[in-house]
T-cell receptor, first 113, second 116 residues
Framework: GNSVTQMEGPVTLSEEAFLTINCTYT??????LFWYVQYPGEGLQLLLK?????DKGSNKGFEATYRKETTSFHLEKGSVQVSDSAVYFC????????????FGKGTMLLVSP | KAGVTQTPRYLIKTRGQQVTLSCSPI?????VSWYQQTPGQGLQFLFE???????NKGNFPGRFSGRQFSNSRSEMNVSTLELGDSALYLC???????????????FGPGTRLTVL
């Protein structure tokens, strides 16, 4: 079946530090890949997505590249801000059939001033 | 355009009771999915509805059920509540249900259910 593995947190960084959150997946075919962010007390917001190999999704300074050869979709940001503190979820959607999302466990990011 | 709305936002029930949660999708979206979020299990898929039909179901007991109305609004019901049902229940809507270019899911704020 489909699965997503992402690094456990919390990840603690100082403001303006470089961020990487690792995500690898197992799926048949060519899934779409997503990063969602959840702020305290809120639902999930789509941060970025990629639908085919070598696609780079980007939004608000965050980037992730769909690497089929390594089945990875690592999230990066060059300079984090305190406001980026949240839980980040990597997810995939199967290439056909249903749009059901399979999520990783989530990684909490804490950014201090 | 208004986002996905869920009601109520918070709910406290006791074991053995039943509960109904409501979700109104983004206008024009016809697919609604439900997820359960707990600290231990993370985010788990419950079910997906499109055009009033359940298209897909996750690995949950029959106590969990749902339905979708002709206006695409959806409800989920949990009967005979157990302590382990305490969770954040998230609803997501999308334009298309499956495999399409526009199947991106937009999430509501969730309903926090506490079972005592």
């Amino acid at each position: 079946g489909n699965s997503v593995t992402q690094m456990e947190g919390p990840v603690t960084l100082s403001e303006e530090a470089f961020l990487t959150i690792n995500c690898t997946y197992t799926a048949t075919g060519y899934p779409s890949l997503f990063w969602y962010v959840q702020y305290p007390g809120e639902g999930l917001q789509l941060l970025l997505k990629a639908t085919k190999a070598d696609d780079k999704g980007s939004n608000k300074g965050f980037e992730a590249t769909y690497r089929k050869e390594t089945t990875s979709f690592h999230l990066e940001k060059g300079s984090v801000q305190v406001s980026d503190s949240a839980v980040y979820f990597c997810a995939l959607s199967a290439s056909s059939g249903y749009s059901t999302l399979t999520f990783g466990k989530g990684t909490m990011l804490l950014v201090s001033p | 355009k208004a986002g996905v709305t869920q009601t109520p936002r918070y709910l406290i029930k006791t074991r053995g009771q039943q509960v109904t949660l409501s979700c109104s999708p983004i206008s024009g979206h016809r697919s609604v999915s439900w997820y359960q979020q707990t600290p231990g299990q993370g985010l788990q898929f419950l079910f997906e509805y499109f055009s009033e039909t359940q298209r897909n179901k996750g690995n949950f007991p029959g106590r969990f059920s749902g339905r979708q109305f002709s206006n695409s609004r959806s409800e989920m019901n949990v009967s005979t509540l157990e302590l382990g049902d305490s969770a954040l229940y998230l609803c997501a809507s999308s334009l298309e249900p499956s495999g399409g270019q526009y199947n991106e899911q937009f999430f509501g704020p969730g309903t926090r259910l506490t079972v005592l």
